[in-house]
């Protein structure tokens, strides 16, 4: 079939050998004039050098966007969906699926700027990632084209690849002649690894996959002890000292790091259909779940709590799925929000070896009363006999019940 | 108001000075008969002392009821729990909650065989557990009468209370003449601690308050592994021996203890209405938990796994609150059996300092492909090209809500 | 039990005969100067005699509240809970539960006002009115003594009561001596009637029982067509006419009553336990419920609405508990709310013997696209190769499932 | 793209013009030996002249399969479906839905009889029903190969089809020739129409669309009284005489067709993700749901019924997006069933120009108690004073909320 013609494309650019592969092969098969975007998000990768590199590939300066959009990450994107204490599958603290929503709105906004009628990824076509950065770039300009050249190409194999870069000049390092071990992608909140080495579930994660967060077997042999601050479900502050959000999770992330915190191994559902083996070191976003969750157990009344737990699952599975621009994202977002406005208050941690434990927490508007619980009954309005009272009803359906058992049982 | 006349009564009696003061309250209060039942559900206490005690306060032999109910506590009340990965509000493993229905059912068909109108039990007016062991016995036998001490007398402090063992012969032990720092509540699946020393949510939980785990900190230096074998959901064997439920519980607390799994510090909403803060300790199923959700994720389908998470906060709800014996509950729990038909398969882990990581799983009955996940396509069904379609059509609706947007922008 | 002082209360009064005899009950037993509050809530009965009576029964005219409440019911309370397409148990319109919040927050607003130490009502012990009115004082005012005079006093029956109102001046109606046939509960939403001639539910309810609506075999021969607008959600005029919420409300009921729609014969479960029967009239409500859902179809997209009919269970089941001022229906509100934005349009309605059906709708908003739906493939972008790989990617699961059943059906 | 060799398929044969084509289309593109299967779901055509007609397009008389599967159909689709109350959406009935698996489970199943290697059907690109019939087909045949002959051939016009039928010998009806103003699809369960003449939502659905209701407007003027008997939810009498699924259904379907009962005109949201108006007429249906729900409310417990509507919508959007072979509809199914067990008795209904009223319900095992109901106290243990523990303890987090905003004011 072929190809319909493409004036501009703006294209996800990471500088590395397949999106410059992907580069060319936009200008030669769509006869396309490639704008690049390369966002720092906190991958940990200088940025400049794709800027060169891109130049070397022949695009043109104005056309070479690089960004630093690490602040917009934390606060807009991965602080809200913390607020929901967000987990996919009971598990995956999804730093790969929060990250897409913002490269394609950046994508679909460069776009309009420079009149592109196209925007491109570097995604395969068996991940949840393409989904992720398509359904985020329709939901906010309907009629964009989008190109997936993985999805479209017709290189047979990797060599292939290699070739096609020979060819267009394009360089190739020596370690990414041949298939890699595993791929990984990475930014301010983890680090995730798939692939190859990880393909069999039966099999221990080499410890060489590992970037982010040392071995706790290797960690300190002592506890560290940190205070989170929070308002309105928010991390603002470490040990007493603000910070912007990410600055706070780049500090997460180092404590996490060197106590070893944030590891997991797990056999997850893509949204295409298949099950697949990943590795991800989270190790700020793990601490920040636990400190999130013991801020909410203080603050948070139980109706507002449950309702959140029970809708968690739907939420990170929109996350996951990649509808983040779409109205039941963001209507359950609205709620958690509104949950959160006197989530305010300190947590105390102790980091140790893999683990992260709370040792204590306060909020100037906690629920907790002690006078409720301490088991001498005191000035409070607590009667012992209206527990009484409460229990007959709660049991007054399931007596009615018992009675017709009974009487059947007899029958 | 006057009391009713009672004429038997059966008591959770565990020997020590609590009840045993409960059990001449009682007599002296109803003029009942009292009959003891003492269960051994691994709380890790002799249970002998308990009938010598009994018999020593004037119960015939007859009446004193001692069982060991450590299989069936495990088999038909916490494995099936564990089929649910159940955790009450996101953290607790309801150690505490899923041992009321036993008793409480145990207590009321002793009632039927010894022809008591009335059973009685010690917990307090405040927590949950008066709430569990009422709706269960009231859903059991809907015209129990049920006595609760604690709601009901007139003592108005401890000294009260042992003036009173005193005056009826009750020998007090020394440290039992003050206020306990913390109570707590043990069995084989955990043991949990509230009260006083850990009133204050701020403060860390003394370290004299762990029982039934080494601290983190003085874990042995080396991880251990292990591998669970798994049969329908449940586990039976570990390390490739079979064991029965009960052991199999046991062998896994071992291993937890050992490895300082299992700790929690939780302020958590009671059902009665207030936050209270506990600590517990549930070493070997915080092992359990770990690798039933890592034998899962190979067996279970997308949909099943899901529709399982998405009921878990309800059905861990219903178990805090005592419902138990309620419809809700069982059909649920029959949905989730249902669930666990193929979850069969062996996991191993690794048991350090305090985590438990999943280091491998595999099953006869695994829906993992490693030739779908490939990154090269290969003989298998997966045509990159259907993404697109799946995207397209996943992208329909936020494609249209886009277009009104932008048209109404417009206008 | 000796009752505590109570120096001030105000009473839901309704000028009838039970609440006049509770007025005279709470002054003798408490010693307790009475506030009568009177609310129209669109029930249907002059208030001015409700006034005089409180005089002839010695309350100052300073504490005599008679308030038209009428519009802030239906904005505030009404609409907002239609918003949501509220059935309790799939059916029940709520109309009862919803004016109780109202009422409750009057007499805590106007106990405040002349410093009243205690609220009163005239509800039943064994209903759900008590719950909700006594859960919304104490959300609204946490230390306010709220009395329930049916719950305390003494009255073995009727006849006592009458005695007593006897004995207190309080004039009897001849037609209040005896139990009545059944009781009735009316506001601008709907009337609710139970007990008596209504409580076997294998009888029909007599024909005397229905007050608010023509039986649809009297109704007219000829439909009636009528035009709602909606504007966020809410009614805001009929056949073009705008309308305020009461003003509409009230018109809605008059086509309701005069073409029989909205009648509801019911078994329910209430929130203390037991099952009951009642008979429920809410002649605008009925078709105002299917209006909105029309409004919805063209305005809201399908993860809005999904989301939205997932919820709705829970939400009608906080209202009819007695929630509403409970957090989790607050933040179910403002989701339900949000979503509500763009459901602006009309929608046309025949209104014939008990039915209302939908003839037509359309919205400046509608998300209905002809172009996509036609037969006929257009410059619309919809590919119906889209179609092949959308199901390919939703089978890849079950297809997994399969080959796994198959495999072992061999093995 | 060259189509790959098919060998033998298995078409889902209507006899109508299209299907023909279709037969031919398959035979002559993919060379292959079409199998013809026609089933009678109630459909209410013959189907003799199906065999003709596909014997006088070639199929070898042991190629033509036609079956009976009503009693199928209603006892193993609609009956099962109907036990959760099922609407998608809040109003429709799934009629088209529920039976596209068991066409899609005999394609399969014949197509491994015949030794088919593919199945075909007819329906459209931008339908729901594609999604339905290839889903199931893969879920019960994970290498079938599905032919859905609209999303593959070039016919760009109804002139064009036609042509190709006058073609092929295929004889074309009069009215066939241009577009229909309509299309429909019918089963024992509903007809549902759309398409044309249906296209504008804003406009009534014209009188002719009507195929299986008399017009509310048209039907008696005296109301018909019958009774339903249920056993296990499902119902098995009317009028006290037993009756088989399919012919039950029957007699409820001509008992609604004669009373105008279960007309619904909806715009709803398509799988596919578009907004499709349509117009369904579901007599037997609509009188069953409210008879089920019915029976339902004075069988089932509270907890039972509440998890079953909260699970509704879901198990609803399951059947309506084809995942009735899913785990997790099946998982939902078992629950359902199990809470059906004691949902047995006779329901009486009043039929009345569209309308289905309940006048009556009883059961063996009623949960409805009239002694816990009635006004006066009773011999029954329903303690007034429980409801003031009842609701004391369910308003406390209420009031600890409340005081916090007190305290917060004032600060």
Redesign the interface.
Known sequence: MAKPKIKRVVLAYSGGLDTSIILKWLAETYGAEVVTFTADLGQGEELEPARAKAEMLGIKPAHIFIEDLREEFVRDFVFPMFRA?AQY???YLLGTSIARPLIAKRLVEIARQVGADAIAHGS???GND??RF??SA??????IKII?P??EWDFA?RTALIEYAEKHQIPVPKDKRGEAPFSTDANLLHTSSE?KVL???????PGYVYSRTID??SAP?K?TVIEIGFEKGDPVSINGEAMSPATLLAALNAYGRDNGIG?L?????RF??????GMYETPGGAILLVAH??IE??TL???????K??L???YA?LIYN??W?????E??Q??ID??QD?VTGRV?LKL????A??????S???????D?????EGAV????????????????????????K?R?AKG
């Open positions: 204490n599958e009971g598990l395969t076509g068996k393409q989904v398509e359904l329709y939901a906010l300009e309907p009629d997936a993985w999805r194999s692939g393909e069999d579930p039966a099999e221990e994660t706790p077997e042999d506890a590891r191994d797990l056999v997850e559902n295409v259909g298949m099950k697949s083996r969750r013991a157990s203080i009344d139980r109706g507002a709590a449950h309702l737990d029970e968690m699952p739907k599975e990649g509808f621009f779409a109205p039941e994202r209507l359950l609205g709620l509104k949950s006197l105390r140790y070896k893999g683990g434990y709370v040792v204590g927490r306060d100037p508007h906690s629920l907790y009363d002690q409720l619980v301490t088991f001498e309005a607590y009667d012992h006999n209206d527990a009484s009272g409460f229990i007959k009803l709660n049991a007054l359906r399931l007596r009615t019940l018992a009675k017709r009974k059947e």
